[in-house]
């Protein structure tokens, strides 16, 4: 089955989010065509739309690069988090029962992954909560903007040695949807602030000196098992 410019895209920043992709990492056109057999020109195009979206760079006679954003790029993005999921949440009203269902039964994906060391599923699943939180509180305009926000944050995640624990983080995501449970939604807001916060603190100052190299891309971009899709 033939795949188009927009899933290599999708494949790309899922591999962000689940932090198989690292920044300054070489995406080879020529590799890029053989794994997902298509032609250069259409791994061009989804590159392209990477670009466009602040996740690729070209480099002068070198090629493309996964972005290894700056301090300050991952400090707007992070406040950019900020401004749009404690809106999400004070515009929620009290979720429906469903909804909450299946915001825990996220949760519990997440402590799957976690429990069984699954790293790749692991940190996909943890970004993916904000994304999916968003959907489940009707804000579908907002699920791309958002995933993308949290891919760049993933990023700077990676490059400056975040040390937030995943543990820490679910059981964080699990705080937020228990105030929203209760109805609290000025605690869920405030528990959302303090999450994305205490993930923004656990960055580190300084970047490593090297990126992995390029052998480690067709690993990264191995579909992962099949984790939530929004819909």
Request: hydrophobic share 45%; charged share 25%.
């Amino acid at each position: 089955m033939s795949i188009s410019q927009v899933q290599i895209a999708q494949q790309v920043v899922e591999s962000i989010l689940a932090q198989k992709l690292a920044p300054g990492e070489r995406l080879g056109e020529q590799e890029l065509a053989e794994l997902f057999g298509v032609s250069r020109t259409l791994v061009r195009e989804a590159l392209m739309q990477l670009q466009a979206r602040g996740f690729v760079e070209v480099r002068t006679r070198k090629g493309w690069y996964v972005v290894e954003p700056s301090v300050e790029e991952a400090r707007d993005a992070f406040s950019a988090r900020r401004i749009i999921e404690s809106g999400i949440i004070r515009e929620a009203g009290r979720p429906l029962q469903s909804v909450l269902r299946k915001l825990r039964d996220h949760i519990a994906q997440e402590e799957q992954a976690i429990e069984e060391a699954d790293a790749a599923t692991r940190a996909f699943l943890l970004a993916d909560f904000h994304v999916c939180l968003a959907e489940c509180l009707g804000q579908r305009l907002l699920c791309d903007v958002l995933r993308d926000l949290t891919a760049r944050t993933t990023l700077a995640a990676s490059l400056y040695q975040s040390k937030h624990d995943a543990g820490q983080s679910c059981a964080e995501h699990a705080g937020i949807v228990t105030a929203l449970e209760n109805g609290e939604l000025d605690l869920a807001r405030e528990r959302m602030l303090d999450h994305i916060g205490s993930v923004e603190d656990a960055l580190g100052s300084s970047a490593p000196d090297a990126a992995p190299g390029a052998e480690r891309l067709r690993a990264a971009l191995t579909q992962l098992a099949p984790l939530r899709k929004a819909g």
